[in-house]
């Protein structure tokens, strides 16, 4: 997931090893991502695109708020299949990180 790192964090594989991902979003009170430009490439039926995002997460304990922001670029690997065009790989970069205090 570090942009600046040559190997990645973590690697997932299936549909299925997505859902504790999303799971993980829960511990946050809200979340927002704000997607910029996207660029594909079309190469018959694949596809490479590289697509910016600046995402927010506020976490809330008690009285604190805490919103951590990141920008981050998925990287895609796209493929047409029966006239669908699906996901075939997923890379997403984080370029930079930033956690602050949060008030209402």
């Not at 991502?33 to 506020?58: K, M, P, W």
């Amino acid at each position: 997931m570090d942009s600046r790192s040559a190997e990645p964090t973590y690697v997932l594989h299936g549909r299925e090893a997505l859902a504790p991902v999303f799971a993980d979003l829960n511990q946050y009170q809200a979340t927002t991502h704000f997607n910029g430009q996207s660029t594909v490439r079309l190469n018959g039926d694949r596809a490479t695109a590289e697509s910016y995002c600046i995402a927010h997460h506020l976490t809330v304990n008690g009285d604190q708020r805490t919103l951590m922001l990141a920008s981050i670029r998925y990287l895609d690997q796209l493929v047409k299949q029966g006239g669908v065009w699906l996901f075939a790989e997923r890379s997403l970069m984080v370029d930079w990180s930033d956690t602050r205090a949060s008030s209402p």
